[in-house]
């Protein structure tokens, strides 16, 4: 059993803090996921020209990843085998508001390779409260275990700059607070018994086979290569896009002290003019940056292929694409999206026991399943005449059929099923369509049999 004591919470913080600095294993993806990149390499004493034109060049694609699968990922429902509506725990996700907070922890794994769900006892209910990797972390003794040794969560900062932090445990939630100043040491300020029997984290991780990354971690090295290219097109422009003039056969006046003097102020809105018959005037080639352009659509490319997702949804060239086209260019991404499913459903199948468990519900069995919402792009007409046939030539029942709709929801189904309920015609139809399969039944029953 681990003992909170403030010397654990200190050094559990630590380890925390050291991750979430600049340079550290969370701390880099974060700055680069809001945009504060690393400058591409300047020559020493660059101009502060140079350094403006570096701090444009930042083209943050990041972002753009890990939000694209994100979007695809959406839990609509926990299914125990055999039922047709959600089981009783699922109240618990309504009642806590996850139709929103689900993205927390999808967000968390996808960028930062592990998030998580903290389970506690409620008044009325159980509290599940996704966890930022950037304000939560936790220990586990082997790598497989469902519930860490310890965990943590940083619980904000007060109006008096004060820290709060919580330490769990199998058995109690401690409470510290750090005032602000060096020398500062945290103090205890609440001891709960949970009651739980074990650590209430559940952890997120975007794979089991090695150490969890995230999509956005392999891809710094990319968005580097992108930013340096970006940076080299931006001097071009500034220095090439206005072609530079040159001129001979000037006699080149001096100052009063014999220096030379520029003849000229060369700018875009300034004529050379010179009375000297063999002057002459003339100006350099201007420089073509269409192959500064085709590295940085080769590299966004090769970003997408690392990132399993189709290069159109980075630039942004899909114009009158088919349904059937979209499909094929989103085929890696939606490989993708299905591990994930399959990773996070897990995880949220372990949420939904540990509420039923900490809630005083009946155990869920182990084969229950989180229902994900179809987010796969297709064509809704061919969907559609897909399921008709479904219905008509295999027989599927209908209502089975209404969940399969992209885009429908569980209270779509229940709303419909409710509304087929009450419609007295529908009533009918179903009534004389058991009687004629009745009669028929009976008919075949009572033919006599060939001699």
Same mark, same amino acid.
């Given at each position: 059993m681990t003992d909170i004591t403030p010397a654990l919470a200190t050094e559990l913080v630590g380890?925390?803090?050291a991750d979430?600095?600049?340079?550290?294993?969370?701390?880099?993806?974060?700055?680069? @996921?809001?945009?504060?990149?690393?400058? #591409?390499?300047? #020559?020493?004493?660059?101009?502060?020209?140079?350094?403006?034109?570096?701090?444009?060049?930042v083209t943050n694609w990041l972002p753009l990843v890990s939000e694209t699968f994100a979007k695809g990922l959406f839990v609509d429902g926990l299914r125990l085998p055999k039922a047709t509506s959600n089981a009783e725990a699922w109240a618990f996700w309504q009642r806590n508001g996850m139709d929103a907070r689900q993205t927390i922890a999808h967000r968390g794994a996808l960028e930062y390779g592990t998030s998580y769900v903290l389970v506690l006892p409620g008044d009325t209910a159980p509290v599940i409260r996704p966890l930022s990797p950037l304000k939560s972390a936790a220990w586990y003794a082997e790598d497989d275990d469902e519930y860490p040794e310890v965990a943590i969560s940083l619980d904000g900062t007060t109006r008096d700059k004060k820290r709060l932090l919580s330490v769990y445990s199998a058995t109690e939630r401690v409470r510290f607070e750090l005032?602000?100043?060096?020398?500062?040491? &945290?103090t205890e300020i609440e001891r709960t018994d949970h009651g739980i029997g074990y650590t209430p984290f559940v952890?997120?991780?975007?794979? %089991?086979?090695?150490?969890?990354?995230?999509?956005?971690? #392999? +891809?710094?090295?990319?968005?580097?290569?992108?930013?340096?290219?970006?940076?080299?097109? $931006?001097?071009? @422009?500034?220095?090439?896009?206005f072609r530079q003039r040159w001129a001979t056969g000037l006699a080149i006046p001096l100052d009063d002290d014999g220096n030379p003097v520029e003849p000229f102020q060369a700018a875009? /809105?300034? @004529? &050379?003019?010179?009375?000297?018959? /063999?002057?002459?005037?003339? /100006?350099?080639?201007?420089?073509?940056?269409?192959?500064?352009?085709? $590295?940085?659509?080769?590299?966004?490319?090769?970003?997408?292929?690392?990132?399993?997702?189709? #290069?159109?949804? %980075?630039?942004?060239?899909?114009?009158?694409?088919?349904?059937?086209? $979209?499909?094929? $260019?989103?085929?890696?991404?939606?490989?993708k999206l299905d591990s994930l499913e399959t990773l996070f459903g897990e995880s949220w199948e372990l949420v939904f026991r540990t509420a039923a468990r900490v809630g005083n519900l009946e155990e869920i069995s182990d084969d !229950?399943?989180?229902?994900?919402? /179809?987010?796969?792009?297709?064509?809704?007409?061919?969907?559609?005449? !897909? +399921?008709?046939k479904q219905a008509q030539m295999l027989q599927v029942p209908v209502e089975a059929l209404w969940e399969q709709i992209p885009g429908v929801t569980d209270q779509d189904v229940e709303r419909w099923k409710s509304m087929k309920a009450s419609d007295p015609f529908a009533q009918l139809a179903n009534e004389l369509t058991g009687a004629t399969a009745e009669s028929a039944e009976t008919l075949t029953a009572a033919e006599p049999e060939a001699e």
């Open positions: 380890e925390l803090d979430l600095a600049e340079a550290g294993r969370l701390g880099k993806i974060a700055r680069y @996921l809001r945009g504060n990149h690393d400058k #591409p390499y300047m #020559p020493r004493g660059a101009k502060k020209e140079y350094e403006h034109l570096a701090d444009r060049a005032a602000a100043g060096d020398g500062a040491k &945290w952890r997120f991780r975007d794979r %089991l086979d090695g150490e969890a990354v995230g999509v956005i971690s #392999p +891809l710094i090295t990319l968005q580097d290569r992108v930013n340096e290219i970006v940076f080299a097109t $931006l001097i071009a @422009l500034q220095y090439a896009s875009v /809105d300034r @004529l &050379w003019v010179s009375e000297d018959s /063999d002057a002459k005037f003339g /100006d350099f080639a201007q420089t073509d940056i269409s192959g500064h352009i085709n $590295l940085t659509e080769a590299a966004v490319r090769t970003m997408a292929a690392i990132a399993q997702i189709s #290069p159109s949804v %980075l630039m942004g060239d899909m114009v009158n694409v088919s349904g059937d086209a $979209l499909a094929r $260019l989103e085929a890696s991404t939606q490989r !229950a399943q989180v229902r994900w919402r /179809d987010s796969e792009a297709r064509s809704l007409a061919a969907t559609v005449d !897909a +399921l008709g």
